[in-house]
């Protein structure tokens, strides 16, 4: 599947791995628009996509977004005190990849979302400053 240890079995441990060749199942490739390989698709149960990974990362790079991906599937079902952790648990395992200030980001919004608490989008704002500054996602942070 992935030719590093930790995230094959990341990838084993929490998700149902299927691989598509993209010449031996061209059909599957439209359905689901797949533009690039390698594609990581993430998918609710119901079949509908979480996430999308485009293209090679790095082994934390494509962790992070494999936990990224873990949060939306609880704010899929609008379990915001678990996105909430799980997106947490991005900032603390891969703060320097790109998932960190995007989990940052969200993990805001889900503690928004739970709480209606504006005091938290206020707190965000003030943490990109301190940290991430330079990122879109501190830019979309920026008006809070």
């Given at each position: 599947?992935?030719?590093?240890?930790?995230?094959?079995?990341?990838?084993?441990?929490?998700?149902?791995?299927?691989?598509?060749?993209?010449?031996?199942?061209?059909?599957?490739?439209?359905?689901?628009?797949?533009?690039?390989?390698?594609?990581?698709?993430?998918?609710?149960?119901?079949?509908?996509?979480?996430?999308?990974?485009?293209g090679f990362l790095p082994q934390d790079e494509l962790l992070g977004q494999l936990?990224?991906?873990?949060?939306?599937?609880?704010?899929?079902?609008?379990?915001?005190?678990?996105?909430?952790?799980?997106?947490?648990?991005?900032?603390?395992?891969?703060?320097?990849?790109?998932?960190g200030p995007e989990a940052l980001y969200w993990s805001g919004v889900a503690q928004?979302?739970?709480?209606?608490?504006?005091?938290?989008?206020?707190?965000?704002?003030?943490?990109?400053?301190?940290?991430?500054?330079?990122?879109?996602?501190?830019?979309?942070?920026?008006?809070?």
């Open positions: 599947m992935y030719p590093d240890p930790p995230v094959s079995n990341f990838i084993s441990q929490q998700f149902v791995p299927v691989r598509i060749h993209i010449k031996e199942q061209p059909t599957m490739w439209k359905r689901f628009n797949v533009r690039w390989t390698p594609t990581v698709l993430v998918l609710a149960p119901d079949g509908k996509e979480v996430r999308r990974i485009e936990e990224l991906a873990l949060a939306f599937l609880a704010v899929e079902k609008k379990d915001w005190p678990v996105a909430q952790r799980e997106f947490e648990r991005v900032i603390e395992r891969f703060p320097e990849t790109d998932a928004y979302s739970s709480s209606h608490d504006a005091s938290v989008l206020k707190a965000l704002g003030k943490k990109f400053k301190e940290r991430y500054t330079e990122t879109s996602w501190a830019k979309r942070a920026s008006i809070w």
